[in-house]
Structure formats: structure tokens, C-alpha cells
């Protein structure tokens, strides 16, 4: 009993992946050609049972087999087929498919932040573990393989020097890791430019009132108004440059570090770590990548804050490097990470939020059967879980925001710790003050999440094209 090989096809037709174990004889043709031909033959054959079968196939087309192998097949929800070639002693397959669905293409591509939907899949974790998976099933006889290739090679002149199938495959170039981690700074630094105004208007909120202070904005669009009343448009791109510095610190060490974390965790035989870990994996790098971009933090909220204090109480950075200097030749060092336990608490808080309620919006619209694996769907639940992350995270933030933005008063800090800023908020300025600035906090989340995704992919596809030569 053995495997032949494996087609994934999307609801449209497209070929999104392919392997191969024991295939003795190749089509002759492009693989396109290949691709284009299995999926017209089960189009077929699906017609044919369905409309001229003598029986009632409640179970619909399952199998096909001929005098020397057999074809499974299973179709998902949203319309993802799974067709599997292997010998006529394999039963059926189905089940087997099914958890090649539920236990790989769920875990390692609908829930990796880093593959888009409806793409040709480049995940090296997803074909790795698709292999393990496959060569551990019970119908996989290493020994029977080899024995057959012995066989067969006997039989063909010249195959002996050819090796094995696997071998003679070629594999498809994927970008280094460390590719992988700079696009993904790179593409959350590029969607921090269409949202550093929301970022601004986000901080300037939670700063008004501040204290015995009367409030200077009503609400966002008052504020976003009065803002570009009093410092131009320009204005709302204030702090900008620590805004980038940010991604490219915070995102990339996020990334890297939970990458390690999910491969370490994953074991042997290609099992995803529990939910549980996943969520502590998500909180560790988090909080770690938080701890990296504090000083880029402090910087940000220091120069978008500039503008509302008065003439002699400015600042006056001119850029993030130019805070970061006079930062530690004024205040140490050390100031470069004030505020950085509430900085990693809401990492923390904002990865455990977006991890459960991600997974769960977004497996909810696809069950809904109104919505498919495309980007639609990803910002929907980008647009849910941003509710979730941000009911959750801002009373958090505002003590970061309030921390990071305070001075010395006659030597002593505005603020001893983050319980005193939150006793001070809600004795002030009331309970719901602590989620002051949740309509942009919320509205930056989605667009961000999607624009991030939408420039990540866009970067692979050019360095595919450019340098893999794919």
C-alpha cells in the first residue's frame, strides 16, 4: 500500500499545492498542464456521478478508481479540494483528507498571519509537517516503497542513477528567514504611514483632561479638527518617524521571536502546540518585542503630544533620532524605557486578545458560508477582533500613554506607577475615561492588520520574481 501524491485545489481551479512520494511515471507535460488536466477530469467525473448514478450519492463523489490506482477526494466548506492519487489496496481516504484540512491547512496557513488566503502555498512548516504526516499513516510502507523502486529501476534502463523521486524533484527556493523578518517590518512600517493620523488622535485623547485640566477634546473628529485647524496637515503626521521606528523594531522582534517559539514547540510528528501555548508563545514574543521598542514608544508619544502644551513647555524634537539623543543626554538612558512594564502588559494583553478572538471571528465567518478565505473575510475579523483587542487593551494603554508623556515636578515624577495614573484617571475624569480614544485606537487596528498583510505580500511576490527567479 503506498501514496502517490497530493493536489490542493482552490473553489476556482487553481493548483495551491502539489507533493509527490512514489509517482513512477510523470505526465510529460507542465505541471500547469498537469494541473489544469486532473482538475477538468474530476469536474467530469463529479458531473457524471451526480447526474447519472443509479444510486442516491447522499455521500456525494468520494473515489475513483481504475485498474491500477485510486483517487480520493474531499471538498471543504469553502470549497478547497483535496484529491489524493494512491494503490488499489488503500481504503478510503476521506477521513484522511479531512484531517489534512482540519490539522494542517487550518493550523499552519488559515492561522499564519503570514499566508494569504487563495495564494499558491510557500509555507515550508505546512509542507514539512504535511510530510511527516503522510510517511506516518498506516498505508505508508516505507519498506514495500523500496522495495518497488527496486523494482521498478530494474526494470527502466538507466533509472538506477537517477535516485530517488524526492530526490530528482526540485525544490522550490523560499525566501531565507531573514527576508521573512524584515518584510515584516518593513510591511507594518508601511501601513503605520496610512495610519499614523489615527495613532496621533488616539494619544492626544487620552492626554486631554489630564489632571485637574479642563478637556480639550469632545470627542476624535474634534479632535482630529482642531488639529488641523492649529498645526496644518502636516500636523497630524507628527511623530511619524517614531512611529516607523516603532514597527521596525517592535513588529520584526515579534516576528522573529514568535516564529523560533511555534517551530520549537511544534513536535516531531508535525502537531501544532495546543491553543494554550500558542497563546503564551503569542504573549512572549509580544512582550519581548515590546521591551525592544520602548524607547521608540517613549519618542512616539512624546512628539505626538508636542502640540497640544504651550509654547515654553515644547520639546521641539525634530525626529525620532534627534528625541532619542537629547532623551538621554537630558533624562539618562534609563528614560528611554519609562513606561515599559505597561508597554509590554498591553503586548500582552493586545497578542492573547487578538490571538482567541482572530482564530474565532474569522472560523466563524467561513462557517457562515457568506463569506470565503479571502481578504473580505480578513477584514471582517481583522474589524472584529479589533473591537475585542481594544476593549480590552485600553486601560492599559492610557497608563503607558499618561507614564511615558509625564515630567518632573520639582524633581519628583507626575506619577509613582501605573496603579496611581489609573486612581488618578478614574477619580478625575471618570470610569470611562480610561478608554478615551477608542474610535481611532479601534479604527487603526483592522486597516492595520490588512494593509500589513496586503504589503507583505506584495514584497514576497517581487523578491519571488526578482531573486527566486519563480
Known amino acids: 500500500m503506498t501514496v502517490h501524491n497530493l493536489y490542493i ?49 447522499r455521500e456525494g463523489f468520494q473515489c475513483f478508481q481504475t485498474s491500477r490506482y485510486k483517487l480520493h477526494f474531499y471538498e471543504t466548506p469553502t470549497g478547497l479540494k483535496f484529491i489524493m492519487n494512491t494503490d488499489l489496496s488503500v481504503p478510503n481516504a476521506r477521513e484522511t483528507l479531512h484531517q489534512i484540512y482540519s490539522t494542517l491547512y487550518v493550523e499552519y496557513i488559515v492561522k499564519n498571519p503570514l499566508c494569504r488566503l487563495g495564494d499558491p502555498l510557500q509555507s515550508e512548516l505546512f509542507s514539512s509537517r504535511l510530510d511527516t504526516f503522510i510517511k506516518s499513516l498506516p498505508y505508508f510502507n516505507p519498506r514495500a516503497l523500496f522495495q518497488e523502486r527496486l523494482l521498478f529501476d530494474a526494470a527502466v534502463p538507466g533509472n538506477q542513477q537517477r535516485g530517488s523521486m524526492a530526490d530528482t524533484m526540485p525544490k522550490a527556493k523560499t525566501s531565507p528567514k531573514a527576508v521573512k523578518f524584515l518584510f515584516g517590518g518593513l510591511a507594518g512600517m508601511g501601513a503605520t504611514v496610512f495610519v499614523q493620523p489615527l495613532d496621533l488622535v488616539k494619544n492626544r485623547m487620552q492626554l486631554s483632561g489630564q489632571g485637574s485640566k479642563a478637556r480639550e477634546y469632545k470627542t476624535s473628529f474634534h479632535a482630529l479638527a482642531s488639529i488641523l485647524k492649529n498645526e496644518g496637515v502636516g500636523g497630524i503626521y507628527t511623530g511619524l518617524s517614531a512611529g516607523l521606528l516603532r514597527q521596525a523594531t517592535y513588529t520584526t522582534t515579534r516576528l522573529g521571536i514568535y516564529t523560533i517559539l511555534f517551530e520549537k514547540m511544534t513536535s516531531p510528528d508535525g502537531t501544532p502546540p495546543s491553543f494554550i501555548m500558542k497563546a503564551l508563545i503569542g504573549m512572549t514574543a509580544g512582550a519581548t518585542g515590546a521591551f525592544i521598542g520602548t524607547p521608540a ?21 525634530k525626529n525620532v533620532f534627534n528625541a532619542l539623543a537629547r532623551i538621554t543626554k537630558e533624562e539618562g538612558v534609563t528614560t528611554l524605557w519609562r513606561g515599559c512594564i505597561p508597554t509590554m502588559a498591553r503586548a500582552v494583553v493586545v497578542n492573547a486578545a487578538q490571538l482567541a478572538s482572530y482564530s474565532q471571528s474569522k472560523q466563524a465567518l467561513l462557517d457562515s458560508g457568506y463569506f470565503g478565505d479571502n481578504i473580505l473575510c480578513h477584514f471582517c475579523a481583522s474589524m472584529i477582533s479589533g473591537l475585542v483587542t481594544t476593549a480590552a487593551s485600553m486601560p492599559v494603554d492610557i ?13 519628583k515624577p507626575e506619577y509613582k506607577n501605573g496603579l496611581e495614573v489609573l486612581g488618578k484617571v478614574v477619580r ?43
Not at 297 to 317: H, N, S
Not at 399 to 411: E, L, N, Y
Open 9 to 57: 485545489f482552490d473553489r476556482n481551479g487553481a493548483c495551491l499545492h502539489y507533493s509527490e512520494w512514489n509517482r513512477k511515471k510523470q505526465a510529460g507535460i507542465s505541471k500547469q498542464e498537469e494541473f489544469k488536466l486532473m482538475y477538468g477530469m474530476l469536474f467530469s467525473i463529479r458531473s457524471f456521478v451526480s447526474k447519472m448514478s443509479p444510486l442516491d450519492m
Open 297 to 317: 514608544e517613549v519618542a512616539l508619544i512624546r512628539m505626538t503630544a508636542d502640540g497640544r502644551l504651550p509654547a515654553d513647555q515644547k520639546r521641539g524634537y
Open 399 to 411: 497608563v503607558k500613554t499618561r507614564i511615558q508623556s509625564m515630567r518632573m515636578i520639582d524633581g
Open 428 to 470: 478625575s475624569e471618570g470610569f470611562f475615561s480610561l478608554w478615551k480614544g477608542f474610535t481611532p485606537y479601534y479604527a487603526r487596528l483592522g486597516p492595520h492588520t490588512v494593509l500589513t498583510f496586503i504589503f507583505l505580500e506584495q514584497m514576497n511576490k517581487q523578491y519571488k520574481k526578482y531573486f527566486l527567479e519563480q
